[in-house]
């Protein structure tokens, strides 16, 4: 039964072709994949969707990372195919942690600023502490106060506690 609906999950897959079309943009800092590189990365993106228990419609979160972190200083092509599947999984992950209460664009867009600022490129730190903050913050159902700016959701650690 299982396999049956595994095999009707909308995965949220773009084209290899559509994904190819990214090189065109990530090129431009030095980034690209190559056709082998895409279709692992769309076998990544489909095992976080299951695994986080989601259905996507549409293209999924793929290429929208793609395009929003190829102009970060912490990814060059030596890591570019790997932070990609790490960031894959992230989304999936915090996407069902935040119990949908921020929409993908929302979600991608503080991941990569955290990724750039707060973390300094770190993936661990990304998603041990970031992540984990912000879906804190919305599970505790402060989406009517939620500040206008993610980067003030406040710790749980008291002033100067490190």
Excluded: W
């Amino acid at each position: 039964m299982d396999e049956l609906f595994n095999n009707l999950i909308p995965v949220g897959e773009h084209s290899i072709e559509t994904l190819a079309e990214c090189n065109a943009v990530t090129g431009q800092f030095g980034l690209s994949l190559t056709e082998k590189q895409l279709r692992v990365l769309q076998t990544r993106q489909r095992e976080a969707i299951m695994a986080s228990g989601r259905v996507e419609f549409g293209g999924g979160a793929l290429k929208a990372l793609v395009e929003a972190f190829c102009e970060s200083p912490y990814i060059s092509q030596y890591n570019y195919e790997e932070t990609m599947s790490e960031l894959l999984d992230m989304f999936y992950y915090f996407k069902t942690e935040s119990e949908d209460r921020l929409s993908d664009d929302e979600l991608i867009q503080f991941m990569r600023r955290h990724f750039d600022t707060t973390c300094q490129g770190s993936l661990e730190y990304l998603a041990s502490t970031t992540l984990e903050d912000l879906c804190r913050y919305t599970r505790g159902g402060y989406e009517s106060n939620e500040p206008d700016d993610p980067d003030e959701i406040p710790d749980d650690e008291p002033d100067g506690a490190y």
